[in-house]
C-alpha cells in the first residue's frame, strides 16, 4: 500500500472512531477537499485529546499543548514531536500521537493554514488550562469557545476559499464554532460538573446558556446561506442541523437526540441538497 492510501485509509478510520458526527460529512466532500478538511479536523482533535484528558496533569497538558504550538511553527516537525509524544505513549490516544500523519495527509498548497491554525489554538487552550478553565462572565466563554471552536470555523473558510474561491463570512464561521461548542457543553454539564469543571460563567443558569447556544447557532444559519458549493454545504449542514435538534433535546430535558432523530436531521440534509 503507497503511503498516501496507507494516510487516507488510516485517517478514515481515525475519523471514524473519534467522531461520528463530522465522520458523515468529511465523507461527502470531493476529493481534495476532503484530505484537506479531514487532516484539519485530526489536528485540532489531536489536540483536544490533551485539554481533555481525564488523567493528564494541567502541567503535562500545559507543557504538551504550548510545546505544540511553538512546533507547528517551524518548517520541520515530525521528528520533535515523535520526541515530545514519547514520554506519553501509554497515556495519550493514537489520534493526539499521529499528529504527524495527519499534517502529511493535508496538500501542501493548504498545510501551513491548517498548521497556524492549530498552532494558535494549541497555545489558546494552554491558556486556558492555566487559567483552570475559570470563566467569569461571557467575555471569558466567548474568549475561550474562540479558541477550542470558532478557530476551526476560521480555518474551514480559508479552506473553502482555497478549494474553489468560496467566500463565507469570518466573524459568522466563529459564531458557528461557539455554537456547536455551547452544545457540547450543555449536553456535557452533569459530567464535567462530576469532575469538578464549568464551563458557565458565573450565575449563569441553563437558561442563560440555552439563549447564547441559539444566539450562535443562528449566525450560523446565516454563514450557510452564503454557500454555493453543494459539497460544503452538506459538509456544514449536517453538524449545523444535528446541533439544532440536540439543542431542542436538551431543552425539552432529554440527553441527547434519538437514532432515528439523527438519522432524519441527516438525511433532511443529505437529500434536500
Known sequence: MSETRYLNKNARDTLKATSRTFYIPISHLAKGLQEAVASAYLCMRAIDEIEDHPDLHSTDKSYLLFSISQILQK????EELTELFQPYQSQLPKVTLQLAEWIKLCPVTIVDKVLEATSVMAKGMADWVNKDWQIQNEEDLDQY?????GLVGVMLTDIWKWYDQT???EHLAI????????????????????????FFPESWTLEDMFSYARRNLEKADLYVKDIKNDSILKFCRIPLELAHGTLQALIDGREKMSRLEVLKAVGKVV???
Do not use: C, M, P, W
Open 271 to 273: 437529500g434536500n441538497i
Open 75 to 78: 518548517s520541520s516537525h515530525e
Open 167 to 169: 467566500e463565507a463570512d
Open 145 to 149: 469557545t474562540y479558541y477550542v471552536a
Open 175 to 198: 459564531a458557528f464554532g461557539r455554537g456547536l461548542q455551547a452544545v457540547n457543553i450543555l449536553r456535557n454539564h452533569h459530567e464535567d460538573k462530576d469532575r469538578g469543571v464549568s
